[in-house]
């Protein structure tokens, strides 16, 4: 399962954004990989603060619940979540309140099918 989402980065933080994510301590990204989250990728507008996010995964509600359920999570959403615009109340975390958004196209499962 191919998986795309949008947040929207505070434009005056992108910088400390930027920073915060050269290099993600490595107990997130093993968090991450264990939650059986592959190929995760962030891509970052730099006009306005838009960041488009992508990963794959097996099970999603899975690793989600996975994500939900970890301290190391837990601390580091707690960490990331003043870089992002209304994620949707004070405990919010942007792991949990990204938009998800819904896929329309794929080269290879077209090229697949035909």
Known sequence: MRVGFRLQVHPELL????????PVRREMLETIAASGRRNYTLFLDE????????????????????LADSPVAARW??????????LGGEDARADQAARRLTEVFNLDAQLEAN
């Open 15 to 22: 910088d400390e954004y930027r920073r915060v994510h050269s």
């Open 77 to 86: 959403e707690a960490e990331m979540g003043p870089y992002f615009v209304a």
């Open 47 to 66: 006009s306005d603060g838009t960041l488009f996010g992508y990963y794959e995964v097996d099970d999603d509600e899975a690793a989600q619940s996975y």
